[in-house]
């Protein structure tokens, strides 16, 4: 497994892959790897020839008070499990290497960066389409690997791809969980003893409401909405940003009657730490 740190030589060597035939699924990530980003690697090293995973945390994503540079970044313990798993290239680049001090455009998918999540992060999705669109022109995969945790962003990077036509294949990935319920995320690393254990709840809320849904016991997104909210409410020291219902497929807010394909989405504090779910329902 090579580490690379420059933009010219990952690209020289992805040309040279793609001239010698061989596929390469790209794995995006911004390192303190876990389970989640492990199951996109074991797809991408079945469906490759080739895996590059990218380990950056991209400051365009954060805003002014965000927790840019409390991210945790394991990079040596990344490295080896990148190489347990079968990674043939790392790419880390610096920040100073990816957005040179004359940096000066970048990719936005207009409607659906500013719903949800976007709403209360003004900016981010921009940063997350422009570093992503950096890492498919440096990288040139075949395939891209996303996690269904971030869904909003699995969905943004989709239309990305759709629209402006990149010549990539996004594979989405179900989401991974502790035993208690709770995705998997490097910011679950942030959190207090007392911290984790509440943050377990919140999956359970949203599987509760899944079920009466399907006992036909709460049947229109409000009430559904408004069931999760009460019994997030319940939980002391979290805080709800939003709790939604969204068509799945153009993330379209649903009132009223619920239809399928529809996902519940949530943004939750616990403490300080921002956490983010979603489920099919
Ligand atoms: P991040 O390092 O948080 O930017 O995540 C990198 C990729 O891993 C993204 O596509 C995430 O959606 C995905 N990912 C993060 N957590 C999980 C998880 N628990 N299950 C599946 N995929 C995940």
């Given at each position: 497994m090579k580490i690379i740190h420059k933009i010219p030589e990952m690209q020289k060597i992805t040309k040279k892959l793609h001239s010698a035939n061989k596929t390469i699924g790209l794995v995006p990530t911004m390192g303190a790897l876990h389970g989640g980003h492990i199951s996109l690697i074991q797809r991408a090293r079945k469906e490759n020839d080739c895996v590059i995973v990218s380990i950056f945390v991209n400051p365009?994503?954060?805003?002014?008070?965000?927790?840019y540079l409390r991210y945790p970044r394991p990079f040596n313990k990344d490295v080896r499990m990148c190489k347990k798993y079968g990674v043939n290239y790392v790419f880390a680049p610096t920040p100073k290497e990816m957005y040179d001090i004359n940096h000066l455009s970048y990719v936005t998918v207009e409607k659906l960066s500013n719903i949800l999540c976007g709403e209360f992060r003004q900016g981010h999705f921009r940063g997350v389409t422009t570093v992503v669109t950096k890492l498919f022109n440096i990288t040139q995969p075949d395939r891209a690997y996303f996690g269904e945790k971030d869904y909003q962003q699995l969905m943004i990077i989709q239309k990305m791809v759709n629209d402006l036509n990149f010549p990539v294949k996004i594979i989405p990935c179900p989401t991974i969980r502790e035993n208690d319920g709770l995705a998997l995320s490097?910011?679950?690393?942030?959190?207090s003893k007392n911290e984790r254990i509440r943050a377990g709840k919140i999956y359970r809320i949203l599987l509760r409401v899944k079920k009466l849904f399907h006992e036909k016991k709460l049947l229109s997104a409000d009430k559904i909405v408004n069931y999760i909210k009460n019994e997030i409410r319940r939980v002391p020291g979290l805080r709800i940003q939003y709790v939604k219902i969204c068509?799945?497929?153009?993330l379209d807010e649903i009132k009223g009657k619920l239809y399928s394909p529809a996902r519940i989405l949530i943004a939750v504090w616990d403490g300080k730490t921002r956490l983010i779910d979603n489920i099919e329902i």
């Open positions: 365009t994503q954060f805003g002014p008070n965000e927790d490097s910011r679950n690393l942030c959190l068509n799945s497929k153009t």
